[in-house]
């Protein structure tokens, strides 16, 4: 038979004690945060276990204002707002957005920080920041946070990068991890007509690797953020009372391409047949 130290132990926890007349947030009461504790604070908090140091709440929060939005030209964006005139609510609407946000739409900022965290691992191993650089970019097809198909240059990669450089001239962060993204910079566009500078995913990767939060809480928090944009647009869909708004206006029909296709979707090409 099951005990009740048993049932509560299925669901132990160190982030939330609750009691009747009672809530404490990582040990804090609910009622010394309300008023006195920022949201981003309260992200670290709840997230890390303990609040933040001076300085890098400021930081994080600099990371996610950044990530807030980025148009309907983001494809979560853009499912948002489709759903919003499907009628199923704005809890519906956010959710289908933010389950666009995946490996290739609102995961190069985690493969940014597992790159720069490679880079700064190999140093430790007696690596140059040179070498480290070099080996960890062979390593990968694609290299995370660099390049915007829109962006010559990120608006947001520079004041970004300005208060990491401070924070390390203030001892919040070390600064390894923004030597290392500057270092793939370097490379990258070593020899290049065209540079591919760092893009919100890079910056935003050093920020979050610089403050010691892990890969996969860096998609985390950049989802966190997004959502804010995603929430935005579905409000403002709402608002304006259409119905099944589809990705394309009414007026234009998708180009027809008759005939089979192959398992890539190109149009299958029938190959010569002997006479028979």
């Known amino acids: 038979m099951t005990?009740?130290?048993?049932?509560?132990?299925?669901?132990?926890?160190?982030?939330?004690?609750?009691?009747?007349?009672?809530?404490?947030?990582?040990?804090a009461p609910i009622?010394?945060?309300?008023?006195?504790?920022?949201l981003v604070a309260t992200i670290w908090l709840m997230t890390r276990g303990g609040p933040p140091a001076p300085g890098e709440a400021e930081l994080l929060e600099a990371a996610m204002v950044a990530s807030v939005d980025h148009g309907p030209q983001a494809p979560s964006i853009a499912i948002a707002r489709m759903t919003a005139t499907c009628?199923?609510?704005?809890?519906?609407?956010?959710?289908?957005?933010?389950?666009?946000?995946?490996?290739?739409?609102?995961?190069?900022?985690?493969?940014?920080?597992?790159?720069?965290?490679?880079?700064?691992?190999?140093?430790?191993?007696?690596?140059?920041?040179?070498?480290?650089?070099?080996?960890?970019?062979?390593?990968h097809r694609y290299v995370p946070g660099f390049g915007h198909r829109f962006h010559p240059?990120?608006?947001?990669?520079?004041?970004?990068l300005a208060l990491v450089d401070r924070a390390v001239e203030d001892g919040v962060v070390a600064?390894?991890?923004?030597?290392?993204?500057?270092?793939?910079?370097?490379?990258l566009n070593h020899g290049r007509g065209r540079p591919v500078p760092m893009n919100i995913d890079g910056a935003t990767a050093v920020i979050y690797a610089e403050l010691g939060f892990p890969p996969p809480l860096a998609r985390g928090l950049f989802v966190l953020?997004?959502?804010?944009?995603?929430?935005?647009?579905?409000?403002e869909e709402t608002t304006q009372g259409r119905r099944n708004k589809g990705p394309i206006p009414?007026?234009?029909?998708?180009?027809?391409?008759?005939?089979?296709?192959?398992?890539?979707?190109?149009?299958?090409?029938?190959?010569?047949?002997?006479?028979?």
């Open 3 to 27: 005990t009740d130290a048993e049932v509560a132990d299925w669901w132990a926890t160190g982030i939330t004690r609750m009691a009747p007349g009672v809530l404490e947030l990582r040990g």
């Open 31 to 38: 009622q010394d945060l309300i008023g006195s504790t920022g």
């Open 87 to 139: 009628g199923v609510g704005i809890n519906n609407a956010m959710a289908s957005g933010v389950n666009a946000l995946g490996d290739a739409h609102g995961g190069a900022g985690q493969q940014c920080v597992e790159l720069l965290t490679e880079i700064v691992s190999r140093q430790d191993a007696g690596q140059s920041l040179d070498a480290a650089t070099a080996q960890a970019i062979s390593e």
């Open 153 to 160: 240059v990120d608006p947001r990669r520079a004041p970004l």
């Open 175 to 187: 600064g390894r991890h923004v030597r290392a993204a500057r270092a793939v910079e370097a490379r």
């Open 225 to 235: 953020s997004r959502s804010v944009g995603i929430l935005a647009h579905a409000w």
């Open 250 to 276: 009414r007026s234009i029909l998708p180009t027809y391409r008759g005939g089979a296709t192959d398992a890539t979707g190109d149009l299958a090409r029938a190959e010569p047949q002997p006479p028979r």
